[in-house]
């Protein structure tokens, strides 16, 4: 199946593998064609138990979880996850337009949830948001970031190439950071702009391209280099 090449403007990508878990193969099916459109890779298991066994051994990017299975219930199936610490991202199913299942769901490590009966797009919108949301986190929690021979310290602020720490000024070292996050991705001259220096910024992007002059210099000594992708902007290339 093919995997989803959307990438949003902070290079967060959506794409993997998608856990449905459900005792009603309709819905297996029936959820499974809207993965396959977005570009999604998904199993389908209607056993509680194969499913929670299944899951410790593999590694679905989200799991679309019913409550109601035979084998072992939803509820425990997060239970369980959770006490050992799997953080995979779980979105729960519930028959019951009940608050107290919302609650429990929540609680015990859900990161979202969702009542039957659903519209498919709802389902689709929230397993990107959740995606993103953690692929969020996951950067924020990155102190360093590497690429080739280069060293981005975003606490301390510090780029080194090799074992020798270079001097760069605040928007060149946002303008570095920001390519350094997704190594290989085109960035616009407008979206470089925006993620470095933000939105509120009123400056051409004649400046974007002195900048970039000037970290090419700096960073003239590493196994990196900031390519000119003709007609549109640059990309970070280890």
Same mark, same amino acid.
């Given at each position: 199946?093919?995997?989803?090449?959307?990438? /949003?403007?902070?290079?967060?990508?959506?794409?993997?593998?998608?856990?449905?878990?459900?005792?009603? *193969?309709?819905?297996? /099916?029936?959820?499974? +064609? =809207?993965?396959?459109? @977005?570009?999604? @890779?998904?199993?389908?298991?209607?056993?509680?138990?194969?499913?929670?066994?299944?899951?410790?051994?593999?590694?679905?990017?989200?799991?679309? #979880?019913?409550?109601? #299975?035979?084998?072992?219930?939803?509820?425990?199936?997060?239970?369980?996850?959770?006490?050992?610490?799997?953080?995979?991202? +779980?979105?729960?199913?519930?028959?019951? /337009?009940?608050?107290?299942?919302?609650?429990?769901?929540? @609680?015990?490590?859900? /990161?979202?949830?969702?009542?039957?009966?659903?519209?498919?797009?709802?389902?689709?919108?929230?397993? *990107?948001?959740?995606?993103?949301?953690?692929?969020?986190?996951? *950067? !924020?929690?990155?102190?360093?970031?590497?690429?080739?021979?280069?060293?981005?310290?975003?606490?301390?602020?510090?780029? !080194?190439?090799? &074992?020798?720490?270079?001097? #760069?000024?605040?928007?060149?070292?946002?303008?570095? &950071?920001?390519?350094?996050? !997704?190594?290989?991705?085109?960035?616009?001259?407008?979206?470089? #702009?925006?993620?470095?220096?933000?939105?509120?910024?009123?400056?051409?992007?004649?400046?974007?391209?002195? $900048? +970039?002059? $000037?970290?090419?210099?700096?960073?003239?000594? !590493?196994?990196?280099? +900031?390519?000119?992708?003709?007609? =549109?902007?640059?990309?970070? *290339?280890?």
């Amino acid at each position: 199946m093919r995997r989803l090449q959307y990438q /949003d403007e902070k290079g967060i990508g959506l794409s993997g593998l998608i856990y449905i878990v459900d005792d009603e *193969k309709r819905i297996i /099916d029936f959820v499974s +064609i =809207y993965l396959e459109r @977005e570009g999604f @890779e998904w199993e389908g298991f209607q056993q509680g138990d194969k499913a929670y066994d299944v899951i410790r051994s593999g590694e679905p990017s989200l799991i679309v #979880l019913d409550l109601m #299975l035979p084998g072992m219930d939803g509820f425990e199936i997060c239970r369980k996850l959770r006490a050992e610490d799997n953080q995979v991202p +779980i979105i729960m199913l519930t028959a019951k /337009d009940e608050d107290i299942d919302k609650v429990m769901g929540l @609680e015990i490590g859900a /990161d979202d949830y969702l009542t039957k009966p659903f519209n498919p797009r709802e389902l689709i919108a929230r397993i *990107k948001a959740v995606l993103r949301r953690n692929a969020l986190e996951r *950067k !924020s929690q990155e102190e360093v970031i590497r690429v080739g021979d280069i060293t981005i310290n975003i606490q301390r602020r510090e780029v !080194s190439v090799g &074992r020798e720490i270079i001097k #760069l000024r605040t928007q060149e070292f946002e303008l570095l &950071r920001v390519l350094a996050e !997704s190594p290989g991705r085109v960035y616009s001259r407008e979206q470089l #702009l925006r993620l470095a220096w933000g939105y509120d910024f009123a400056g051409q992007t004649r400046t974007v391209d002195v $900048h +970039i002059a $000037h970290l090419r210099k700096k960073i003239a000594d !590493s196994n990196t280099e +900031i390519e000119t992708v003709t007609g =549109y902007g640059y990309k970070l *290339k280890a």
